[in-house]
């Protein structure tokens, strides 16, 4: 058998477990395949059902990026056209019912913003360039090679001539997203019973891309976040600053408070959030497109617990949205991804490819990662009303009344918000949130007083101003409106 490992799926998480891969193994030939015709740009394709919506590269996931690859993609990012945004002044952020959250001086963990396409792009062409080892075909994987005890490759159909029907290979890495196989294939070697959860809010998610307003250049990241504490459907929506001088506009509601696809109801959508902010930023903006909506599976949370299969075949990992998806509103799969693949890096270069219990160890690695972000998913998710696959329980109810309290304290505490970001930008586990500082926070409260209004500078002051004068106007001349 020759030296040479195949991933499955060529998005973030198996461009990401290649990097791990030629990282750790440098004389592995690594064959990612993906059934998609990759684009040769920063283009939408199929295969990723979220790609035209709002996507955010938090900074654990970010770090772990960093770490795998000989170049630096963040700067490459950057350079083509990304934004860097700073959680504690870089931002403003309407909390559920506490009002928004302060700019502080200290600028706290930065997340990345851009199109889905631009990162895919830039961090295909960033594997390319700094690992040879590593080559990307289409084809279609139908099953696995090998039996219970061990995988030794994958079938594959509409395949490139130079590959065959069948791919030997040493490892195996399933990163194929949210529509694996993997419990198909395992099934037919006899790996059977894996446990699954599935809890489904009903988001939909509702996009518009503008040109930024001359002199709005750098104007921060404005979120209105949902509330999932009041027994109504969650609605929210966000500016996102992205690549070529453009905000990317998404909204999002739940089952039963979903954003409408035309254009005068998408305003109004956004105009009638508990604060009308997102509204009144794209009135005087020019749309550079129609709106764009995407509902069902591909917003849900879903978990494949392989790390607790009685049974496992050595070479066989799976990571990424294959191992578990979550509601794209809290922003953490692709980071999840990112910190999975850096696990798989860790123990190849610890152990060795050929180590027994290498699959087990990267699995429970991963599902480490995978904790973090379900806790702060479903934690949320299940309280809104019209929720599938599941009801609050007692430790739910507990969990949500302490991070409402925690929210409201960091509305004018350093201390709260930074456990916050912490956790949410995946840099620390969900104990973060108990650590003595936040937790006297969320015990004693904010000690200054909310603010109704965002905390803007004098120039974003006269920014908003600007466009909320045009308000009118715009949507009677807007032929896309």
Partial sequence: M??????VGAGIAGLVAAAA????????R??????DELPEGPENRRGVPQGQHAHLLMAGGLSALESLFPVSVRDRLLAAGAHEIALGNGMLARTPDSGWLRRW??????MITCTRALLDWVVRQALLDSCPNVSIHQATVEGLLGDADRVHGVRIG???????SEVEADLVIDAGGRGSGSLKWLG????TGVQERKLDSGLTNATRIYRTPAGAESFPLTVVQANPYDGRPGRSAMVLPIEGNR???SAGGTRGGEPPQDPEGFLRYTLDLPHPIV???????????????SRGRSTSNARRYFERSARWPERFIVLGDALATFNPAYGQGMSVAALGAQVLARELRRTGLAAPGLSRRVLHGAARHVDTAWATAVGMDVLYPGVVGGQPGFADRVAARYARRLTRAATGSFDAAAALWDVTSLRAAPTRVLHPKALLAALTGSPLPQIPEPPLRPAEREILDRLKKDLEPSRASDPLR
Avoid: C, F, N, Y
Avoid at 2 to 7: D, P
Avoid at 21 to 28: M, N, R
Avoid at 105 to 110: D, E, K, T
């Fill in 105 to 110: 001086r200290r600028s706290g963990p930065h």
């Fill in 158 to 164: 509409g395949a490139d001539e130079r590959l065959g």
């Fill in 2 to 7: 020759s030296h040479k490992a195949v991933v």
């Fill in 247 to 249: 905000w990317m506009v």
């Fill in 188 to 191: 037919e070697i006899g790996i």
């Fill in 279 to 293: 509204g009144q930023l794209i009135a005087g903006a020019e749309p550079l497109t129609d709106v764009v909506v």
């Fill in 30 to 35: 690594i064959v990612v395949l993906d059934r």
């Fill in 21 to 28: 891969l030629s990282l750790a193994e440098p004389a592995l």
